[in-house]
């Protein structure tokens, strides 16, 4: 297992960013801290979190994500040891959204507090606001950085024109640039990323994090059919996949993890971690057993094998 550089920075992880969207949510506090404590005692130093995790389950009100891991890290004493990133941006409530620039520096400041930490590494504007100017944006990211309070910038749920553009701006006024995009991508929703993100990640050599990097559990060969759907509290958004193609797809990881001595959960995130312009995809656990997925940084696949699960996944046949 070797470090890969973030895209420009000096961030260094390995290719594993533990998704702490289930912080708070379908895992407990204490839960959560044995599975930071498993992830990080095998090597692993990189957490994803946002601000508004995890604001959709009932008696939540956002922030749970990074209050449970500032709690850890306080514990441990290992914030120097982690690369952190956290995201503004998504709508928490009808008062705390969007990207203005007052905005984002009231929000930094919880998000701070609730990390228990003086800095965040790696902040990503979350998902676009079209009513505020890209400058104002990038303006307040130019001051935190500038305060030592983030030390770089990423940005997910952005048009590809609006990320270029943002890019363009950052370069022609002296402003911070986008550093790492963070797209959703998976053996079954491949499109969108390789035809109008990857010539972007590559053109300005961002680092790349996948999210719904399982294709939010798809992928681990859990559901062939709707009497399937129950066994997770994400069932209802798994009915999509479950389509002749999406079973093709789950067919084929089932026989590669088979020639691999594998799962087909290890098979689907070592697929995206041998894609040349990722970095590092994001996944997450519930349970201290479902940490086994970990060992996708250490499964080779041969080229026949990717090109086993290309061809199963591809759109048309």
């Given at each position: 297992m070797k470090k890969r550089k973030l895209g420009p920075t000096d961030l260094e992880v390995y290719p594993f960013a533990f998704g702490g969207n289930v912080f708070g949510w379908t895992a407990n506090e204490n839960t959560s801290f044995e599975l930071l404590d498993q992830y990080t005692e095998l090597g692993f130093n990189f957490i994803d979190?946002?601000?508004?995790?995890?604001?959709?389950?009932?008696?939540?009100?956002?922030?749970?994500?990074?209050?449970?891991?500032?709690?850890?890290?306080?514990?441990?004493?290992?914030?120097?040891k982690l690369v952190?990133?956290?995201?503004?941006?998504?709508?928490?409530?009808?008062?705390?959204?969007?990207l203005k620039k007052s905005y984002i520096l009231s929000e930094v400041e919880e998000s701070l507090k609730r990390?228990?930490?003086?800095?965040?590494?790696?902040?990503?504007?979350?998902?676009?606001?079209?009513?505020?100017?890209?400058?104002?944006?990038?303006?307040?990211?130019?001051?935190?950085?500038?305060?030592?309070k983030i030390r770089y910038i990423g940005v997910s749920n952005m048009s590809p024109e609006r990320i270029v553009k943002s890019l363009e701006i950052s370069k022609s006024n002296n402003l911070p640039s986008y550093s790492v995009l963070q797209p959703e991508y998976n053996?079954?929703?491949?499109?969108?990323?390789?035809?109008?993100?990857?010539?972007?990640?590559?053109?300005?050599?961002?680092?790349?994090?996948?999210?719904?990097?399982?294709?939010?559990?798809?992928?681990?060969?859990?559901?062939?059919?709707?009497?399937?759907?129950?066994?997770?509290?994400r069932g209802d958004s798994l009915k999509k996949y479950l389509n002749d193609r999406g079973l093709r797809i789950i067919k084929t990881l089932e026989d590669v993890a088979a020639r691999n001595t594998a799962t087909p959960a290890q098979v689907a995130i070592a697929w995206v971690i041998q894609r040349p312009s990722?970095?590092?995809?994001?996944a997450s656990a519930?349970?201290?057993?479902?940490?086994?997925?970990?060992?996708?940084?250490?499964?080779?696949?041969?080229?026949?094998?990717?090109?086993?699960?290309?061809?199963?996944?591809?759109?048309?046949?």
């Open positions: 979190t946002a601000d508004v995790y995890s604001a959709w389950v009932p008696g939540n009100k956002g922030g749970e994500s990074e209050t449970i891991i500032g709690k850890w890290m306080h514990q441990k004493g290992t914030r120097d952190i990133a956290t995201k503004v941006g998504a709508e928490i409530d009808s008062t705390h959204k969007g990390l228990q930490t003086d800095y965040i590494d790696l902040y990503f504007t979350h998902f676009d606001d079209p009513d505020t100017p890209i400058e104002e944006v990038l303006d307040a990211y130019q001051q935190l950085i500038k305060e030592g053996l079954y929703d491949r499109q969108p990323y390789e035809k109008d993100y990857e010539p972007i990640a590559e053109k300005y050599q961002l680092g790349v994090m996948t999210y719904y990097s399982l294709a939010s559990g798809f992928l681990t060969g859990k559901y062939h059919s709707e009497a399937d759907l129950n066994k997770s509290k990722i970095t590092t995809p994001i519930s349970k201290l057993g479902q940490l086994d997925i970990l060992k996708a940084v250490d499964l080779n696949l041969s080229q026949d094998d990717i090109n086993d699960l290309d061809i199963a996944s591809k759109v048309t046949l």
